[in-house]
T-cell receptor, first 113, second 112 residues
Framework: AQTVTQSQPEMSVQEAETVTLSCTYDTSESDYYLFWYKQPPSRQMILVIRQEAYKQQNATENRFSVNFQKAAKSFSLKISDSQLGDAAMYFCAYLNAGNMLTFGGGTRLMVKP | DAGVIQSPRHEVTEMGQEVTLRCKPISGHNSLFWYRQTMMRGLELLIY????????DSGMPEDRFSAKMPNASFSTLKIQPSEPRDSAVYFC??????????FGPGTRLLVL
């Protein structure tokens, strides 16, 4: 079974600054997908970014980018030019070959004005 | 396009009552998932359907929980009888195989 670990329960960042959220995972599979989801106070789970393991190029979506290190089984999320609306819980997730998601415990991001 | 639709959004019930949660997946998605989120256990997969067939229900807590998917556009998660420890946010998500899962808004369940 896969495990996903987010070692930072809470992070804070100054508005307009950059922050990196960490995620590591454990797997014996070679083909899989990784995701970051955002959960604001509304509780809605919102997809932030997705990475296919077979792609060497790191995914980017506007101010959000990842640092995917397959050998190290590391998948960190970088948020540039942080905005107040970025404040939320962020979950790292692993999708296995059986089409099932495993989530990390989450990181609460606070953005200071 | 409409996203995943869940109802009700909030449910308050008394211990021992039957609770039914409903989900309409995104049209064209053939995989449907039920998750439960609690402070203690985080996000847990309860059951996974593919083409309306349950593929993995190992996350279903016990016999009090049951899930059905009678057709491609509707699924239910039923708890009977409900207990206070079932209080949680229940999410439904859908996807095509090996693709991004899109989540509904969740149902916040409180069992008194």
């Amino acid at each position: 079974a896969q495990t996903v670990t987010q070692s930072q329960p809470e992070m804070s960042v100054q508005e307009a600054e950059t922050v990196t959220l960490s995620c590591t995972y454990d797997t014996s599979e070679s083909d899989y997908y990784l995701f970051w989801y955002k959960q604001p106070p509304s509780r809605q789970m919102i997809l932030v970014i997705r990475q296919e393991a077979y792609k060497q190029q790191n995914a980017t979506e506007n101010r959000f980018s990842v640092n995917f290190q397959k050998a190290a089984k590391s998948f960190s999320l970088k948020i540039s030019d942080s905005q107040l609306g970025d404040a939320a819980m962020y979950f790292c997730a692993y999708l296995n070959a059986g089409n099932m998601l495993t989530f990390g415990g989450g990181t609460r991001l606070m953005v200071k004005p | 396009d409409a996203g995943v639709i869940q109802s009700p959004r909030h449910e308050v019930t008394e211990m021992g009552q039957e609770v039914t949660l409903r989900c309409k997946p995104i049209s064209g998605h053939n995989s449907l998932f039920w998750y439960r989120q609690t402070m203690m256990r985080g996000l847990e997969l309860l059951i996974y359907f593919n083409n309306n067939v349950p593929i993995d229900d190992s996350g279903m807590p016990e016999d009090r929980f049951s899930a059905k998917m009678p057709n491609a556009s509707f699924s239910t998660l039923k708890i009977q009888p409900s207990e206070p420890r079932d209080s949680a946010v229940y999410f439904c998500a859908s996807s095509t195989k090996q693709e991004t899962q899109y989540f509904g808004p969740g149902t916040r369940l409180l069992v008194l």
